[in-house]
């Protein structure tokens, strides 16, 4: 079969749109491979399926020249992700298509939106079929019901057009355990430039996201994947990626996009090794919990080349983390920023304002978090209920959402919550003096040139850095900004 794998383009041709499964987000700085879509073309090339790639959010590429590409290979089956608030933008990729030709069978891939698959058909009327979860095995699946001919809708958990009827074939949410031993490496050699990417600040050599693992066992209720089956790579399987990488496309960059990089730490120390002996040049970049991590591993890994670890802290409040389930103590935070400080990594923290139970006293605690522990960057989001997750459960439970939330408007720079103490206003203006007190915070310049002038290889990042977040800050608004 012709199979055409597609990541959309740029949102209004401008804003840059990740679109990973944890991971469904606009963010106007960062421009992310897209590697679920490179696993997937490698998985299809191997069942001797011929693949078309392109990835129009990295190369730029309106519509209009994507139209033209797709007519040019004209594909039986068109595959590409969508993201809930770039939706129909998004659906523009399958509108084309059938503009070319009815024939083409359209998919979409979306993960945040696996409790909809009804409405989303409903609302993408050029789309064929809907996967929201287990993408690895459900498109083979529907590529031998294509070809041979069989009813689609033995395949369990996926909705499919047909004519004017919608079928959702069973609405379990259940998501399958990833076998990665049966699994090909991602099809890197199908990506035209690998100069497209970055993190959210330009970088020299080129750049790549891996994911290490997939799902995530813990339990805080505002995340899509929380409580999913859990499974790691093998570190040989995700040192013979690396290699890969490095040897044949010259990466020296690289992002873990696993939820917890660091969960099993022998894990992580033997990939350390194999890249501190194996790939010297390599520098990379990592997501973990502020409770796996200590002084010792965070040594090992800054000998082997992490130069920064995000940490997804929430909240300086101890009640609004213990509401959330979030599992970690204000302490720890503090003390993993310390360590990790210490170890001469760079500390990106994550904050959601607007959880459960947030009042000004606890933005304020949030506040003083901040300013005593002076990440070296920092992200601060609004809380959104998404579809399937315990927030959103308890927000319709507690009548802080309409049932019939428009799931296109959930944007986290716009609060969606509703509380009688905390208008939409005061969260919002909250969020922005947030990246205010912080990167206006004479202590942390201060803080950071220091660290630049310690290291001076981060001269260009920290410029570009400070330079984005004041465009950021006085001409976006901070909209769409991470
Ligand atoms: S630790 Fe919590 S926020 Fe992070 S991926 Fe797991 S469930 Fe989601």
């Known amino acids: 079969m012709r199979i055409l794998l597609v990541n959309p383009p740029r949102l209004n041709n401008i804003i840059p749109v990740t679109r990973e499964d944890r991971c469904e987000v606009t963010d106007r700085y ?58 129909a933008w998004d659906m523009k990729t399958a509108e084309i298509a059938k503009q070319i030709s009815d024939r083409i069978v359209t998919l979409g891939l979306c993960f945040t939106l696996h409790t909809l698959i009804h409405e989303v058909l409903e609302r993408s009327p050029s789309l064929d079929i809907y996967i929201p979860l ?156 502020v409770n796996l991590v200590d002084p010792e591993l965070l040594s090992i890994m800054q000998a082997s080349g992490c130069r920064g670890i995000a940490y997804g802290v929430e909240s300086g409040d101890q009640t609004i983390l213990d509401t959330a389930k979030k599992g970690i103590k204000v302490e720890e935070a503090k003390r993993a920023i310390l360590w990790t400080k210490e170890a001469g990594i760079k500390v990106y923290t994550s904050f959601i ?25 920092a992200q601060f989001n609004i809380a959104v209920p998404y579809p399937g997750t315990e927030l959103y459960n308890m927000a319709v439970k507690e009548r802080l959402i309409a049932e019939q939330t428009d799931w296109r408007t959930l944007y986290q720079h716009k609060a969606i919550l509703k509380y009688d103490n905390l208008s939409d206003k005061e969260l919002e203006d909250a969020r922005k003096n947030a990246y205010r007190s912080l990167y206006f915070n004479p202590r942390w310049i201060l803080q ?31 909209e769409h900004a991470h």
């Open 30 to 87: 960062a421009v992310i491979p897209p590697y679920s879509l490179l696993w997937l073309a490698a998985i299809l090339r191997n069942e001797g399926h011929e693949i078309e790639f392109i990835d129009a959010n990295g190369t730029v590429m309106p519509y209009p020249e994507l139209q033209s590409q797709i007519a040019h290979f004209s594909p039986d089956l068109l595959i590409f992700r969508f993201t809930p608030t770039t939706h």
């Open 448 to 478: 950071n040139v220091l660290w630049i002038i310690q290291h001076p290889e981060d001269f260009r990042l920290g410029i570009s850095y400070y330079w984005k977040n004041v465009k950021n800050y006085y001409w976006f608004g901070m």
């Open 134 to 289: 287990n993408w690895e095995t459900r498109v083979k699946q529907i590529i031998a019901g294509i070809q041979e001919n069989r009813d689609l809708s033995e395949i369990p958990g996926i909705g499919i057009r047909n004519g004017n009827n919608i079928l959702v074939t069973t609405e379990d949410n259940f998501i399958e355990t990833t076998d990665f031993s049966s699994l090909s490496l991602p099809a890197y050699d199908l990506i035209k430039d690998f100069r497209s990417y970055r993190p959210n600040t330009p970088v020299s050599g080129n750049y790549m996201v891996i994911y290490t693992s997939k799902g995530c066992p813990f339990s805080c209720v505002y995340c899509t994947v929380a409580k999913t089956p859990f499974n790691l790579k093998p570190a040989e399987f995700v040192i013979k990626e690396l290699d890969t990488l490095y040897s044949h496309y010259n990466v020296r960059l690289v992002s873990f996009f696993d939820e917890t990089f660091t969960i099993d730490r022998k894990r992580t120390i033997t990939i350390c090794n194999a890249i501190k002996k194996s790939f010297p040049a390599l520098h990379w970049y990592c997501n973990t919990r």
């Open 353 to 377: 304002l607007g959880l459960p139970g947030e009042t000004q006293k606890s933005i304020e605690n949030t506040l003083h978090f901040i300013h005593e522990t002076l990440p070296h960057g």
